[in-house]
């Protein structure tokens, strides 16, 4: 890498390629999508495991933090054995579409949120679930205001499932294929150009994906968490 | 009247408390109350050394914590706790305060009727805007009072709501809890307010290491007087006779007399002191080491112990009849 | 060096020589410098570092200097590499050949070309899925020269680039029951399952050689060129020719030996 | 004596509160506090309603918040401060008492025996191997003041300090308290707790909407005399006259007059009012609302207001000798 | 991937291959250095955003949170750019080898302790602040003591990072160079054997992953999570 790939970076960034256009808008697509879908399954999970006692729940917990580890490349042979057309679920032919990119993103987001959702409600004061049942809120308004008070925790915890799996690399390969205009994420493009020895195109993709990321950070920080004071009645 | 509440042969120890706890009571639960009945109507004060274990009944009361064993019955719908430490969740005080309404989907204008009536009990109306978290000690403590009370509860339980809160406030805290008690409903709270105990409480129970102790005697409802005397003071008791107490400036609601200094003779022996009353004896109940607990209605109830060997010198029996006699500074005004 | 716990590597590197090999991924994958390699490094006391990449990223290693020699299979790119003064001399050892994958349907007909440029014609005629590498290897600049001499258009649905290594298209290849172009190589040691076959092969422009590179020292300093020429000299000389000639993957040679 | 604490052109207002809240105390400083000393030995006490500013400006002395104007100057090395919710660390209660000198690192036996002492001192010697977390309400509170005690520290701030802590255990705290006091340390506390306030104080500051008031007057130390009689009582100021105050049983060491019971003459005359003292004026101050503040030294110094008319009938000037008279219930004991 | 493949998978765990060992104390070597540099800086710092306040904290504290989603394939890009020969630290020569993977793993895993570990002590009590501020801590000890006090947030800071660095297949690939015996690892050995079309390797390997991954959650998890009541003296 030298001056000129950085050069020839800025060049395809300011000129707006359409091909980079294409490529950040699936990455896009297919991390907003998982981590939404991981958010809506695993925020309750993660309130669950918070406030409630269940047999094994030490074991469950510990597990379900080890898979926030779950390597990439992992999810995406099981999910390949799953999709595969020599799979389960072959017959769906989903193997190298988004959807199979959506799903094995959404499997590597949902044990982040689920641990990140508890680990920040159960530092919450014990107090606060005890207030919720004493004043007789129902099981899924004790949660919506759990998740409320918690807030931080909970938008810091799908955030970082959106960040890891917009930066993941693994499924996106294994389950999309990197087909141009059609699975080609921004990370497997970066792994493609480096292959390739293109650097310019890839550090501008880099760029992109750092500019993205921080954008829907400072947005949603700024949004929900430096909002505590809302005076309105 | 049917009891608000009932619990019977409770026991309770916390789960990973170890054995480092269990050695201050022995082998026994950290809880263990044989049976306790509220009625509605009534105001129903805990009191006790730090450690005693009220925090832990009341959260029994509230279904907060689940007994080891025995039976903890509410009556009227579920009671509502407020903490020692009330949490407040991170918004205004009058979203805290509405909330339980709001979850209950009551109409807006209901909510913020009553949110505000609420928030004008505790004093707190000037604040409603407010950020909770940024409130003071004492406020805090007012706003979480407020957001039980703005439910209505039928049983009401509060975990030393007192504490933090200044004079003017306890005031009105208190008044908030009689006119509870008056709607039919029950309040029981615990507290380190003796002063504050004596004017509310319909029955105080003193707990001691996880154990009740029998109920506090001698309550008397009432008012002052003018005391047209410099230095004595005429209490009068509500339903009952006048009684002399120590002069005192001001209003005071509730005269307490000292157990141990109510003397039982079966002649009118005149003395120095102030009070005599004529009564009857209503029960003798003999109890451990050489003490007899004797109750006797003289316009109003008394209750005095007295040696074994005085009980057979005044031959006191159920219906005996006998003077009381104590002096004005046995009493206590609230 | 690996504590005995965990079972220790080949050699202890502590005091043998370290040479950088970049190499195109067909004969790292295949097994065959598991083979070749040993006897060198016995020999010279010496660890070979074998980076298998693709030839796009091979030549881009050697350019920054983080490589001592390549062993690739882009003739015109080699030419180039050595031409710009970042390799010292293209030495061709060994050559194999690329052929065509397909379903065993074989909607498009290709079975029956005469060449491999009509039988790429007819892909695009049928407009049949085709998986490209799309990666600069070396098997990707095979592919474009002869899609440029079948004269078809690859704009369009059907044409997928996809931009990973050989194994991989070929697994997509048969996930998606398309056509593609592999190395023999790859192709004959890939262990999943197949589900397509070789439609079309034997075409002279199909002929695959490899060539193997020292990086110029006098861009880098630091390269070890003595070590890289007598690595040079053993994949030529008749003993490495031999191992060449002789490596077997499920009864099937794989690569054929050509030294000058 | 030198002064622990010097406070002089004191505001103070919290960043983001907000125009909500200031509109409470117009535009001005939530805290705003000319000047305040206090001396080494000397208990101070804050008192006020909720929300008045004493946590705030005990904050302030601790160094905990800045200043948005004037200085605060502690002399003697740091103010401690108590929380009025205090903080206990995850892990044992000794623990926690013996942090503060582990991290000083004072050698092992030294840190357990004053650990040990101050545990002691506010009653938990019993519960030093319990986790923190899981005490009760007023064990915790405890726990911080031992934590606080075990540095000796020559300035000590404490945020009510005995709320939340039953009877017996208050007397604990105020004993140690006076202790730090006679060690010649300042002690620095806000409450609601009156009684416990008129027992400890050397000084009792009123705040009012973060302003300071002006400090309570006829404090008088002492003690009880034997009664004698049934309904009038006798109380001894310590290097002062005896007064009369009402029966009471027990013994009290503070007796307070109110001032607005104080009575000034020219001649002794008779009235049924039990306390008649001569004394000298020694200052007369007007203050506003036609009011004047007449400070007698008559054996103790005793405060009284008056009119301003009666300042000129009574010919009021410093030096002015004359009698102060008071009924006996206008003593309160502590 | 078939039955066949997982069986021959077990074979190869119950016979415990020679290459299978190197390759899992390559991942563990380069992770768990890499996690311990990252714990080392990382800490004080998300201690520092924690409890101390600074100019623009707010855009630092969301810059570091977003960089946790940073790409292994853009670190891998970053860091290739410093340690090529080419690059302003050529001359270390530490491009493919250990060194290298792990100072990538390193620069992945730092913005995760940190932003972790300020999410998780931001929300500790305030008091706890002024508590050791009043009892008169140095700047050291009260960071200490916060840790403890956080320790949950903290530990869970680090496992994360390991999870993320143990599992990351971009940076170890890009340079570290996938070579066998030296700096393979279990997640460039996958991509490599899912290349080769032999999943039977690849589904070792990945059981391994996981249950070094799980080993060592349960384990610290155990030891430092679920000891509150540490009762003696
Ligand atoms: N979660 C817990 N785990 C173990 N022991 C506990 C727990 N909570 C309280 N205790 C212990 O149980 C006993 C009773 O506690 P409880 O809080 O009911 O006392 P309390 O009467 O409310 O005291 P206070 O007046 O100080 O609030 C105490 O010894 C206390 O230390
Ligand atoms: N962090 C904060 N931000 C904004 N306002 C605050 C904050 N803390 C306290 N206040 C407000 O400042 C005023 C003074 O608060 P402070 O806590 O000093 O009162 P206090 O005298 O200690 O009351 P209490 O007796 O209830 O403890 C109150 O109106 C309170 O609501
Ligand atoms: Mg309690
Ligand atoms: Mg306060």
């Not at chain 1, 580890?69 to 999910?79: A, F, I, K, S």
């Not at chain 2, 109750?295 to 029996?317: A, K, N, Y």
């Not at chain 3, 690595?231 to 490596?247: E, P």
């Amino acid at each position: 890498m030298n001056l000129a790939s950085l050069i020839e970076a800025l060049r395809l960034l300011v000129v707006w390629d359409r091909e980079l256009a294409a490529i950040t808008f699936n990455s896009l697509h297919f991390a907003i999508a998982s981590t939404l879908i991981a958010a809506l399954i695993g925020t309750p999970i993660g309130v669950l495991f918070a406030f409630r006692e269940f047999p094994a729940k030490r074991s469950v917990v510990a597990a379900t933090h080890t898979l926030m580890g779950l390597p990439t490349v992992v999810v995406g042979l099981l999910v390949f054995s799953l999709l595969s057309r020599s799979g389960p679920l072959g017959g769906l032919g989903l193997m190298f579409t988004p959807t199979a990119v959506i799903i094995g993103q959404a499997v590597l987001a949902l044990p982040i949120v689920v641990s990140l959702v508890y680990g920040g409600l159960a530092r919450l004061d014990p107090e606060l679930a005890e207030t919720l049942q004493t004043l007789g809120a129902t099981r899924l308004q004790r949660s919506v205001k759990i998740v409320r008070e918690g807030r931080i925790a909970v938008v810091s915890a799908i955030l970082t499932a959106f960040g890891r799996v917009v930066g993941e690399v693994g499924t996106a390969m294994m389950l999309g294929g990197n087909i141009r205009w059609y699975t080609r994420t921004i990370t497997t493009a970066i792994a493609l150009e480096t292959q390739k020895g293109a650097f310019a195109l890839s550090v501008a993709l880099g760029i992109v994906l750092m500019t993205v990321a921080f954008g829907v950070n400072f947005g949603l920080n700024y949004l929900i968490r430096f909002r505590p004071g809302n005076r309105t009645i | 009247m049917s009891p608000a509440i009932e619990l019977h042969g409770l026991r309770f120890s916390y789960p990973d408390s170890g054995n480092a706890d269990q050695a201050q009571f022995g082998d026994q639960a950290l809880l263990q109350i044989e049976s306790l009945t509220a009625q509605a109507s009534e105001i129903m004060v805990l009191i006790g050394d730090n450690g005693c274990g009220k925090t832990t009944l009341l959260k029994l009361l509230a279904g907060l914590l689940i007994p080891d064993g025995g039976s903890v019955g509410v009556h009227n719908g579920p009671a509502l706790l407020v903490h020692q430490r009330p949490y407040l969740f991170a918004e205004s005080v009058y979203a805290n305060v509405a909330w339980p309404l709001r979850i209950r989907r009551l109409p807006r204008h209901d909510v913020r009727q009553r949110t505000l009536a609420a928030l004008e009990q505790v004093g707190l109306e000037q604040l409603a805007r407010r950020w909770a978290p940024s409130l003071s000690g004492g406020e805090k403590q007012r706003a979480a009072i407020a957001r039980a009370l703005v439910l209505q509860p039928q049983v009401l339980l509060l975990d030393e709501p007192t504490s933090n809160i200044d004079a003017a406030s306890i005031a009105a805290v208190e008044r908030v809890l009689r006119w509870q008690a008056e709607c039919g409903r029950s309040v029981i709270m615990s507290t380190h307010n003796l002063p504050s105990a004596y004017r509310l409480a319909d029955r105080i129970v003193p707990m001691k290491e996880g154990r009740l102790r029998p109920v506090a005697v001698n309550i008397l409802r009432g008012w002052t007087l003018d005391p047209g005397d410099e230095h004595i003071g005429r209490f009068q008791v509500s339903g009952g006779p006048q009684i002399f107490c120590p002069a005192a400036r001001g209003q005071y609601t509730t005269a307490v007399v000292r157990m141990d200094d109510i003397i039982l003779s079966a002649e009118a022996t005149v003395t120095s002191a102030q009070n005599r009353l004529q009564g009857d004896v209503r029960a003798v109940e003999l109890t451990a080491g050489e003490l007899a607990r004797v109750e006797i209605d003289c316009g109003c109830r008394l209750v005095s112990t007295v040696t074994h060997r005085s009980v057979d010198q005044l031959r006191l029996r159920t219906g005996s009849r006998l003077w009381v006699t104590f002096k004005a500074s046995a009493v206590e005004l609230y | 060096s690996t504590p005995p716990l965990f079972a220790a590597g080949r050699r202890q590197r502590a005091e043998a020589t370290r040479l950088v090999l970049a190499t195109t991924t067909s004969t790292e994958n295949s097994g065959l410098l598991a083979e070749l390699l040993p006897p060198f490094e016995a020999r010279h006391n010496a660890v070979v570092d074998v980076i298998a990449v693709g030839t796009g990223q091979a030549l881009q290693i050697g350019r920054s200097g983080d490589a001592d020699v390549l062993m690739v299979h882009a003739p015109q790119l080699e030419r180039a590499f050595v031409a710009d003064g970042y390799g010292v001399e293209r030495v061709h050892f060994m050559y194999n050949d690329f052929v065509v994958l397909g379903p065993a349907e074989d909607p498009a007909g290709v079975g029956g070309a005469a060449e491999v440029s009509e039988a790429f014609a007819r892909i695009a005629t049928a407009r049949a899925e085709f998986i490209s590498r799309g990666d600069n290897s070396g098997t990707h600049v095979k592919e474009r020269e002869i899609w440029d001499l079948a004269g078809a258009d690859t704009a369009g649905a059907w044409y997928r680039e996809v931009g990973q290594g050989m194994g991989a298209v070929i697994t997509l290849a048969t996930e998606r029951q398309a056509y593609t172009l592999a190395d023999r190589g790859t192709y004959l040691s890939y262990t999943g399952d197949v589900e397509i076959g070789v439609l079309f092969e034997g075409d002279a422009l199909l002929f695959n050689p490899y060539g193997i590179i020292a990086v110029n020292p006098q861009r880098h300093p630091h390269v070890r060129l003595e070590l890289a020429q007598a690595l040079i000299r053993h994949v030529t000389s008749s003993q490495g020719q031999a191992l060449i000639a002789g490596y077997r993957v499920r009864g099937q040679q794989l690569f054929f030996p050509d030294g000058d």
